[in-house]
């Protein structure tokens, strides 16, 4: 059923907190002063080919590219950035493979195939990835004793990056995020972009998932289901005016 601009504008207050799957049915207007898109590791070594690939991953390119020339006057973006041997990768473990989990300091930790390292071609901002509307890069991960998947907290969950304290400096309150992958760097950045009082909108045809085995599926499905009950609208990129 089409919803009028009006209607849609009436729910925007509420959007982040219908329930998942009404979620779709609102059409959000970008309010240039206080919506921002947040890009995420839009990185070569995600891409086919990469270190790290994610299925379909350099598809999410041009959707990405044609949100910011034709929907979001602002955006930030992050990019993984690990030194050689960072404790994330399963090479730092003896006897370890990637898509293992291991016990850290801070918590369960999936072990990953080396990626992202610094001043590597794997670790630029993928090339065609339209920058001018950018307006700040967030490096994450570059702590060799910690990962960082959210793009406000590393994975202790309490050492922050300086993104809130930015966001908030610029009057953002709405944040929607694209990027590289749904289940881990896009779901934690938008889990604690809820928690910190944003609301949030994943655009689901701008993100590809890794999609490890999970209970009940895979890390795609979990992530959404956590992203859901925490508020987390999603949409699609069409649904934007
Ligand atoms: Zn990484």
Redesign the pocket.
Known sequence: MPISRRSALAALPTLAALPAGAQTMAIPRIDQTTDMLGVIDVQPDFMPGGK?AVAGGDQVVPVINRLLETRFRHAFATQ?W?PAG?S?FASSHAGRQPFETVQMPYGPQTL?PD??IQGSAGAELHRELAQPRIELIVRK?FRPEI???SAFFENDRRTTTGLHGWLQARGVRRVFLAGLATDYCVAYSAEDAAKLGYQVVVIEDACRGIGLPAEGGTTIDAAKRRLSAAGVAFLTSDALA
Do not use: A, E, V
Request: net charge negative.
């Open positions: 790290l993984d690990h960072h994330s990953w990626h992202c991960g990962d960082s998947y």
